[in-house]
């Protein structure tokens, strides 16, 4: 196959091109290079079977391609709230001129959507039928309700033009990689642990999360774009389902460096979700998919790569 990534050279699309090159296809990278970096694919630069274009997916482009995995966009908060009207952009214009690919070309797309679609959930755990609780003008509207129609876009190209589509909603993922300055929860502890510096723990650290890590997601996205069940076009969740409060975070990793670590606490981010855990039922009966890196092991694989990366 022909592969495209969109937001290739970010987090989540640099592991996704390596193991998609591994099982043979030849892929294309795109990224604007907002939060993504060449570092992360500089392995693959310079290969025959591995091509890198910069582009912004808010503007169309013409390529021909057997799949894409439509993954541009900022995913960190402080981030996708930088400019939020460019991450609606990008969610909903760009998922709209890939699907205008899907379309013209006759590819099938995956869309990276994600657990934020639910809110602030009052179902819990989550399964993709629940219909979720968004704050449609807060600070977190621009990457939620932008994913939301991102869904939406993917759904009516499907019922309306025949495309061929898959959408996995993706629940919070960490691991090599991550940018130093990415934001997200996992990154910030590890690097502040490793710097000696004290954990910002925001609120009172009560609230909770499921991490998953990188290869297991990884997995699961092949996983669902290669089925071919008469259910296909529906969303699944991906995620782990190790739900942990941010306060049971620090004690991981403390027992992961083998130390107490110290932690300060910082007002919680307006609209933060209090609770969110992925009812991972449909992944394990369609595609067979579950976790399998443990929060220890994965946390210990991370550490490993940030020591490397500041080089302490
Ligand atoms: P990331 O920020 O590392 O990667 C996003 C990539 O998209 C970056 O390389 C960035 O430069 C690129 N990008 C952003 N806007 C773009 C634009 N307009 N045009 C082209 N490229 C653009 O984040 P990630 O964790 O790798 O997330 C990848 C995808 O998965 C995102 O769509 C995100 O919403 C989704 N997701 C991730 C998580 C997670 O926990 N990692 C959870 C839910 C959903
Ligand atoms: N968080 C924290 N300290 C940090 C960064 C984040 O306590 O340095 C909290 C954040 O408020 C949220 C949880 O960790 O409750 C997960 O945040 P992240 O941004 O990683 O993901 P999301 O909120 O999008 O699930």
Sequence with gaps: ??????????FLGSHLCERLLAEGHEVIALDNLFTGSKKTIAPLLGRTDFEFIRHDVVNPILLEVDWIFNLACPASPIHYQYNPVKTVKTSVMGTLNLLGMAKRVRARILQASTSEIYGNPTEHPQKESYWGNVNPIGPRSCYDEGKRVAETLMMDYHRQNDVDIRIVRIFNTYGPRMAVGDGRVISNFVVQALRGETLTIYGDGSQTRCFCYVDDMIDGFLSLMQYEGEDRFEPVNIGSCDERSMNEIVDCLGDVLGRKLDVTFKPL????????????????????????????????????YFRKTLKM
């Design 1 to 10: 196959m022909r592969v495209l990534v969109t937001g290739g050279a970010g």
């Design 269 to 304: 981010p307006e609209n933060d979700p209090v609770r969110r855990r992925p009812d991972t039922t449909r992944a394990k009966e369609r595609l067979g998919w579950s976790s399998k890196v443990s929060l220890a092991d994965g946390l210990a694989r991370t550490v490993d």
